[in-house]
């Protein structure tokens, strides 16, 4: 009778940080793969309260690390230097696998040896209701000139083959709120980036969700951008993906000034606000026609 091979260990990464809420649910889909062997590492990222006594209820299959305060990137980079896996896989606090996520993916990696990353689509859900918001679906394959243009992988689904990783020198620890835009692009650079096409993950909207620096992560975005703006030389599709993904955003800065302008507005900081909207403007001008036509359509 033939021995049946052994499958290979994926090390799940998790950052956390004040996450006693949702991580529990996070761990627990991931126990509950139809793939085995899994490891999750739960990297403790400074919490002012150690998360150790709610992780270590899991037993010896999940690993709890903690580490001063350093962002997403150093706290990933910690899990997976630490890991033992074969496949490293990427999961946030509150989010969420569905069960046949992994034995969906795994197999991808043996069509070739120059897949680097296997994602896969995900569902953003509402935590209060359980109602599903919205699905991001990614093509079949995505080429580096596809992740320049702002066709991104979502994080919740990402598995990297750890050859792949160790070789691109991991996560950018400078690129806060970016680091995943950056490491596709690298990875993307060298290997190819295939998707299982099934919602196999699930993002979690609530309202105890840590907010976003709207102005850090502009500039965070554009250092992305720059850092890769010479990829190949003297390519016409680097140059039109690089156009597209800085007027994109802009486009997404401008919403978040055009809202910190209005919230200024509100609070009665006039100057503020008027600051804020003529930034917005600049950044975005189709939003002068917007206001233009609100006006006329107004008489």
């Known amino acids: ?15 956390a940080y004040n996450g006693q809420e949702y991580i529990g649910d996070a761990i627990e889909s991931i126990l ?4 085995a062997p899994v490891e999750v590492l739960v990297i403790d990222d400074g919490s002012p309260t150690s998360m150790k006594e709610v992780v ?12 001063e305060n350093g962002g997403t990137a150093a706290a990933r980079n910690t899990g997976w230097r630490a890991a033992s896996g074969e496949f490293i896989a990427l999961l946030d606090q509150d989010d969420l696998w569905l069960p046949q996520k992994l034995e969906r993916q795994i197999p991808r990696f043996a069509e070739d040896p120059q897949i680097g990353l296997v994602t896969a689509w995900m569902e953003v859900f509402d935590n209060d209701t359980g109602m599903e918001k919205d699905i991001f679906k990614t093509p079949a394959e995505m080429t580096v000139h596809d992740i320049l243009g702002f066709k991104l992988p979502p994080v919740q689904t990402m598995v990297f ?18 680091d995943d835009w950056d490491v596709n692009i690298r990875i993307a650079a060298e290997f190819r980036i295939v998707t299982v096409e099934e919602v196999l993950g699930r993002a979690r909207m609530h309202t105890g969700q840590q907010g976003k620096n709207g102005d850090q992560m502009y500039s965070n975005c554009m250092r992305v951008l720059d850092k890769h703006s010479r990829i190949h030389t003297n390519c016409s599709d680097c140059r039109k993906a690089l156009r597209k993904s800085r007027r994109l955003v802009r486009q997404y800065h ?16 006039y100057p503020a606000a008027f600051t804020s909207a003529a930034q917005a403007l600049w950044e975005n001008p189709p939003l002068i026609t917007q206001a233009l036509g609100r006006a006329l359509r107004g008489h």
Do not use: H, N
Not at 5 to 14: E, G, R, Y
Not at 56 to 67: A, L, N, W
Not at 257 to 262: D, F, I, M, T
């Open 32 to 35: 509950a793969q139809t793939y």
């Open 56 to 67: 270590s209820g899991y037993g010896p299959q999940v690993r709890y690390i903690r580490q």
């Open 1 to 15: 009778m033939a021995i049946p091979l052994q499958q290979p260990l994926v090390s799940v990464i998790m950052p």
């Open 254 to 269: 401008s919403l978040f000034v055009k809202s910190r302008a209005r919230e200024a507005w509100d609070a009665g900081r």
């Open 161 to 178: 083959r750890r050859s792949a990783l160790e070789k691109i020198g991991g996560f950018d620890e400078s690129m806060r709120g970016t």
